[in-house]
Structures are given as C-alpha cells and as structure tokens.
T-cell receptor, first 114, second 114 residues
Framework: DTEVTQTPKHLVMGMTNKKSLKCEQHMGHRAMYWYKQKAKKPPELMFVYSYEKLSINESVPSRFSPECPNSSLLNLHLHALQPEDSALYLC?????????????FGPGTRLTVL | AQSVTQPDIHITVSEGASLELRCNYSYGATPYLFWYVQSPGQGLQLLLKYFSGDTLVQGIKGFEAEFKRSQSSFNLRKPSVHWSDAAEYFCAVGAAGGSYIPTFGRGTSLIVHP
C-alpha cells in the first residue's frame, strides 16, 4: 500500500465551527507533514511530525492544531478559522525526516471557510 | 538557506512536441533536487530526484532531468508530450544537512494543445 489517504475531500465551515482533517498512511513511514496550498501557488509547509513528535511548526497560527495519535495517523484540528484560510490542505509522509526521502502526498482536503 | 527558481509561469506545447521546464537552485553544497507533478485538484507525485551519481536522471512517465552544477540547474525534459501531461510542475530542493525543510519553486503550468 503506497497511498496516503485524506478525509474529507471537501469541507465547508463557518468561522465559529470546529472541524478536523484526517490523514492516514500504512507504509510504515515515521515522518508526516501538513502543507497548505493556495491556488496556483506551491505548497507551504505547516507542520512536521517525526516519530509521532512535532518537530517543525512553521509559525502557524494557533487556530490550526496538529495531532499525531499514532504512527499511521495525522490530524489537523481547525477552530475559529478565517476566510483567508481557505485552501487545499495536503498531507504527506516519508520514511523519515531526511532530505533525500521521497514524500508521498495525499490528494488533499479542499477547505472553504465562509 | 536553499532557494529554487522556476522562471516560467506557463509553458504551452503541442501534443507530440518536446518539452523542457527550467529550474535553477541556490545552495552552498550539492542539494537534493526533486521534480513533482500535480494534476488539478490532486496531491503531488514525485517524477524523479537527484542527489549524486549520474547527472542525467530518469523518472516516471517518460520524464528525465539533467543536473548541471556549473549552471545551478535541474531542468526537466520529455521528448514527446501527451495531452495527459497537462499539469502543474514543481521543482524542489532539499538541504543535505541539518533540519530538513523542503523548498518548492512557484511551479510551472504546462498547457498541451492537441
């Protein structure tokens, strides 16, 4: 299984809602990533988990809260988002957090904040 | 810190024509270099990567890239483009030491005319 799955595919939420994005991989990878991608832009790194511990937080606002319950799962909890947070949220995984390791990306969750 | 430049925002080619997408990087040592492809509404897929060895790298879907240290370039090529190659292409550079934060170029949108 060389797939990273993400749910839901699409999410529409109001600014007062609380929602979560989920990501799952069964490749035995020990590094997992959240990226944010606006239209016609490259992915922007948000968080990196390595061996289920948060290793990188790219100064992301606290309304985004990541969680890694186990080595296969990665969540992104959303609360009090702003319309400018609307974007494609991509999850990725790699064997480890090393420069040469290939990242496998999920299809993303298209988030719209009203 | 590393950086990567993709000078072309859009490239238009006819089906069957050859393709070259440009990528220039800035990094003090030999970097890890990647090319990813993203179809509309999808995640990123790795086409190929380079760190050392043969400077001509073969990838999936008939793509190849050549590393030229003297020009700090890692251009992507394909001899004959298919309509299904229409997508966004991202060049990325990874650091060879220290904390790994992949840096993506802004992307090149490939348009294929029948």
């Amino acid at each position: 299984d060389t797939e990273v799955t993400q749910t839901p595919k699409h999410l529409v939420m109001g600014m007062t809602n609380k929602k979560s994005l989920k990501c799952e991989q069964h490749m035995g990878h020990r590094a997992m990533y959240w990226y944010k991608q606006k239209a016609k832009k490259p992915p922007e790194l948000m968080f990196v988990y390595s061996y289920e511990k948060l290793s990188i937080n790219e100064s992301v606002p606290s309304r985004f809260s990541p969680e890694c319950p186990n080595s296969s799962l990665l969540n992104l909890h959303l609360h009090a988002l702003q319309p400018e947070d609307s974007a494609l949220y991509l999850c990725a995984s790699s064997h480890e957090e090393r420069p040469g390791d290939e990242q496998f990306f999920g299809p993303g969750t298209r988030l719209t904040v009203l | 810190a590393q950086s990567v430049t993709q000078p072309d925002i859009h490239i238009t080619v006819s089906e069957g024509a050859s393709l070259e997408l440009r990528c220039n990087y800035s990094y003090g040592a030999t970097p890890y270099l990647f090319w990813y492809v993203q179809s509309p509404g999808q995640g990123l897929q790795l086409l190929l990567k380079y760190f050392s060895g043969d400077t001509l790298v073969q990838g999936i879907k008939g793509f190849e890239a050549e590393f030229k240290r003297s020009q700090s370039s890692f251009n992507l090529r394909k001899p004959s483009v298919h309509w299904s190659d229409a997508a966004e292409y991202f060049c990325a550079v990874g650091a060879a030491g220290g904390s790994y934060i992949p840096t993506f170029g802004r992307g090149t949108s490939l348009i294929v005319h029948p």
